[in-house]
């Protein structure tokens, strides 16, 4: 009997202080999804991650720090270039609008890659805030895939134009505050795109390209609710550290946005995503 009590305590032991695994712990999986750098298997496990996290799955404790942030994974091309270096994409042909759609397919890429490091960096977040992030590393695969099969019907592929580094850029640079990310990424950068896809859309309108027009449509729609996640985790930071909400934000352009913020503004859509009366007149200011 006291032989099988000691068995038992060691297998105990033993089970207390199993690693994680990449299988049961969100941390890890995010990371595995981060370096995948083979473009289906990072897709795949996205949607995977996703799921397991859905039906509760993974476990989101986590005794490791989150690695210095590096390159994530990505497959070896597009040639990444300085934004300076990129071709001016101009619309009068085929290739031209390819350029155009393939700059809109790195940026889903890139925002997978986004979308997973918010989830992977900053512990010790709520457990709706990582349904939310996992949530749009879903939404940024599916656009990646819809932009990247139309660029194929156009006789082009993901790889097939250079490409900028300035998303991940950003990513470095508010790796070490969740508040910072939130304020930058989806509230400054992701917000411009809100900004910028009405014209974009117009202008394949009028070159006929309906599909990449409509494909523009339904990610307007769902960006427009992962500014709204990145505005309300922004919000509870703020109120978490007794900081106020604008005027914290206005210190995040201040400090981080390096590029003036271009108009006109989609105030209809900023409003839908959270921004509220001030921040939306502190930014008319700013392009006006």
């Not at 070896?76 to 085929?94: C, D, I, Y």
């Not at 509870?236 to 604008?246: A, H, I, S, V």
Request: charged letters at 25%; proline letters at 4%.
């Amino acid at each position: 009997m006291f032989q099988f009590i000691l068995l038992l305590v060691e297998c105990t032991i033993e089970i207390s202080i199993k690693p994680h695994s990449v299988m049961d712990n969100l941390f890890l999986a995010a990371e595995k999804c981060i370096n995948a750098s083979n473009i289906e298997q990072k897709l795949e496990l996205t949607q995977q991650t996703f799921n397991a996290l859905k039906l509760g799955d993974l476990d989101t404790q986590l005794n490791e720090p989150p690695v210095l942030i590096g390159d994530p994974g990505r497959p070896l091309k597009p040639e990444l270039v300085a934004t300076r270096g990129l071709p001016r994409r101009r619309m009068g042909s085929v290739a031209g609008c390819a350029a155009l759609i393939h700059s809109f397919v790195h940026i889903e890429f890139n925002a997978i890659n986004l979308a997973w490091d918010a989830v992977y960096r900053f512990r010790g977040m709520p457990l709706a805030y990582y349904q939310d992030w996992a949530h749009v590393a879903v939404e940024e695969a599916y656009h990646f895939g819809l932009l990247r099969s139309h660029l194929n019907s156009l006789g082009y592929d993901y790889g097939d134009f250079v490409a900028h580094d300035g998303l991940w850029d950003v990513a470095r640079e508010t790796a070490h505050d969740v508040l910072v990310r939130m304020s930058v990424v989806p509230r400054v950068l992701e917000a411009r795109g809100l900004d910028a896809t009405p014209a974009i859309i117009d202008r394949f309108n009028s070159i006929g390209d309906k599909k990449a027009a409509a494909i523009l449509k339904i990610i307007l729609q769902d960006e427009i609710g992962h500014v709204a996640i990145g505005t309300r985790w922004f919000v509870y930071l703020c109120e978490q550290r007794g900081l106020d909400r604008e005027k914290t934000f206005v210190a995040m352009i201040n400090d981080y946005v390096k590029e003036r913020i271009k108009g006109p503004l989609h105030v209809e859509a900023r409003i839908k995503a959270g921004f509220n009366a001030k921040e939306i007149a502190y930014l008319d200011q700013l392009v006006n």
